[in-house]
């Protein structure tokens, strides 16, 4: 099944800088590929999206990339404000005919130093 | 506010009772999940519906869970003879499936209950 390998799993940044988060996933079929933030006590929040027949999606300040060949996609957050701190979560949805369900990475504790 | 809700929020049983959990969906969403997150982990799959009807099940849940939606709408989570392993966030999710050939694949969450089994 699909595996999602997500790297840095904390992050400490300035105010104003740029982030970024990188994911790995193992199944060549899968062709979503969304971006989640959690807040402490909240459940997570879709931030950003990603199909497989694009190669790069913006809103904002926040951009997703995505490698098919290399079965990588990141998420880029530029001019980083304290309001960015959270957790962040990219996930990877398989091909399979009726299969819906999302395969999570491990999580991202970004954290924007004033 | 028209997102998904979750009842309770949070919800703490000693080991061996039974629990059950509600999900409201964003109105008109016709496909709802369920994931479990536990602490400093991702959301896992437990289960997903498609209007009432249950099409995929994680090996997750155990012969101790069962879900239910009885009218494609709300949706239910029971745990019977709660272990301590099942303390844990259960999230609720919904999306809204294609029409006309077009799939839509965002899921959106709401806010959890936390189950603390002692």
């Known amino acids: 099944g699909e595996n999602v390998e997500q790297h840095p799993s904390t992050l400490s940044v300035q105010e104003g800088d740029s982030a970024v988060i990188k994911c790995t996933y193992s199944d060549s079929a899968s062709n979503y590929f969304p971006w989640y933030k959690q807040e402490l006590g909240k459940g997570p929040q879709l931030i950003i999206d990603?199909?497989?027949?694009?190669g790069e999606k913006k809103d904002q300040r926040i951009a997703v990339t995505l490698n098919k060949t290399a079965k990588h996609f990141s998420l880029h957050i530029t001019e980083t404000q304290p309001e960015d701190s959270a957790v962040y979560f990219c996930?990877?949805?398989?091909?399979?005919?009726?299969?819906?369900?999302?395969?999570f990475g491990q999580g991202t504790r970004l954290t924007i130093n004033p | 506010d028209t997102g998904v809700s979750q009842n309770p929020r949070h919800k703490i049983t000693k080991r061996g009772q039974n629990v059950t959990f509600r999900c409201d969906p964003i109105s008109e969403h016709n496909r709802l999940y369920w994931y479990r997150q536990t602490l400093g982990q991702g959301p896992e799959f437990l289960t997903y519906f498609q209007n009432e009807a249950q099409l995929e099940k994680s090996r997750l849940l155990s012969d101790r869970f069962s879900a239910e939606r009885p009218k494609g709408s709300f949706s239910t989570l029971e745990i019977q003879r709660t272990e301590q392993g099942d303390s844990a966030m259960y999230l609720c999710?919904?999306?809204?499936?294609?029409?006309?050939?077009?799939?839509?694949?965002?899921?959106?969450f709401g806010p959890g209950t936390r189950l603390t089994v002692t």
């Open positions: 996930a990877a949805k398989g091909r399979i005919q009726g299969a819906q369900k999302l395969v």
């Open positions: 999710a919904s999306s809204l499936a294609g029409r006309g050939g077009i799939s839509t694949y965002e899921q959106y």
């Open positions: 990603i199909r497989s027949n694009v």
